[in-house]
């Protein structure tokens, strides 16, 4: 199991820069030096499975969203094959509307990253991410309630 603290470091880098890179080609490259072959990334919005399929949905995010910038604002938080750490986007001028996230994967062996899942959230309390979805790819389990705080649902 891939262990070393410089390597995983290496690969949220890598995979927060593919958020960035508008090259497609250069983006490609940053997604098969964080993720294996047969990696897969879910989120309730978006989802990508293999190189092609992981740098084809940032892409898709990138048409949407122009302007966005990702960026860490966490520690990487690594333990028992497992790794975690948070995310933001957006919060300027150029790119308004904020939202922040908190992304899971499991490391693999040769690459770091096997399998992602991401919980993404527009502001700090909790409030609903736009339900405007026709950019993103469609998700096998459907449309999902996740986006809400319980005090948005009125709980």
């Given at each position: 199991?891939?262990?070393?603290r410089?390597?995983?470091?290496?690969?949220?880098?890598?995979?927060?820069?593919?958020?960035?890179?508008?090259d497609?080609?250069?983006?490609?490259?940053?997604?098969?030096?964080?993720?294996?072959?047969?990696?897969?990334?879910?989120?309730?919005?978006?989802?990508g499975?293999?190189?092609?399929?992981?740098?084809?949905?940032i892409?898709?995010?990138?048409?949407?969203?122009?302007?966005?910038?990702?960026?860490?604002?966490?520690?990487i938080?690594?333990?028992?094959?497992?790794?975690?750490?948070?995310?933001?986007?957006?919060?300027?001028a150029?790119?308004?509307?904020?939202?922040?996230?908190?992304?899971?994967?499991?490391?693999?062996?040769r690459?770091?990253?096997?399998?992602?899942?991401?919980?993404?959230?527009?502001?700090?309390?909790?409030?609903?991410?736009?339900?405007?979805?026709?950019?993103?790819?469609?998700?096998?389990w459907?449309p999902?309630?996740c986006?809400?705080s319980?005090?948005?649902r009125?709980?």
């Amino acid at each position: 199991m891939l262990t070393t603290r410089t390597t995983i470091d290496d690969a949220v880098a890598h995979y927060i820069a593919a958020w960035n890179e508008t090259d497609a080609a250069r983006r490609r490259v940053l997604v098969a030096q964080t993720w294996t072959e047969d990696g897969t990334f879910r989120d309730p919005i978006v989802g990508g499975e293999g190189h092609d399929g992981i740098a084809a949905m940032i892409g898709a995010v990138q048409q949407r969203l122009p302007l966005y910038r990702f960026r860490l604002i966490s520690g990487i938080d690594a333990h028992n094959g497992r790794v975690r750490y948070r995310w933001e986007a957006g919060g300027t001028a150029e790119a308004p509307l904020y939202f922040a996230g908190t992304d899971f994967a499991i490391l693999a062996p040769r690459r770091p990253l096997r399998v992602g899942d991401g919980f993404p959230r527009r502001d700090a309390d909790g409030g609903v991410i736009p339900q405007n979805r026709e950019w993103a790819a469609p998700h096998p389990w459907g449309p999902s309630d996740c986006f809400r705080s319980p005090r948005h649902r009125g709980l």
